[in-house]
């Protein structure tokens, strides 16, 4: 069992930058595939980025690539989401997820566990 709580998520202006955070306890955090997914609106939960236990590597939606980073830090069980130059299409609910899987992967139903989602709202 993996419990994910996220943090950091809030109301900002079109082009501020936001930092999220997931905070995971449970089972070993560190040999876990770790993702961020958002879901807006009446809107189906879309992939935004994904990082590997080991290697660093990463994966990013092609709506946020250069402008979002995903990173980790396995001695605190967190993963981070840097989200940089904002637009009110980033609006939505983003959620943390886990993968016990050994290849990264953009689909929610790869992911085992989830958490209960942080609100990031930007205005024009």
């Known amino acids: 069992q993996v419990q994910l709580v996220e943090s950091g998520g809030g109301l900002v202006q079109a082009g501020d930058s936001l930092r999220l955070s997931c905070a995971a306890s449970?089972?070993?955090?560190?040999?876990?595939?770790m993702g961020w997914f958002r879901q807006a609106p009446g809107k189906e939960r879309e992939f935004v980025s994904t990082?590997?236990?080991?290697?660093?590597?990463?994966l990013y939606a092609d709506s946020v690539k250069g402008r979002f980073t995903i990173s980790r830090d396995n001695a605190k069980n967190t993963v981070y989401l840097q989200m940089n130059s904002l637009k009110p299409e980033d609006t939505a609910v983003y959620y943390c997820?886990?993968?016990?899987?050994?290849?990264?992967?953009?689909?929610?139903?790869?992911?085992?566990?989830w958490g209960q989602g942080t609100q990031v709202t930007v205005s024009l």
């Open positions: 997820a886990s993968s016990a899987g050994v290849t990264l992967s953009t689909r929610p139903t790869r992911y085992d566990y």
């Open positions: 449970g089972r070993t955090f560190s040999s876990y595939i």
């Open positions: 990082i590997s236990w080991n290697t660093g590597r990463s």
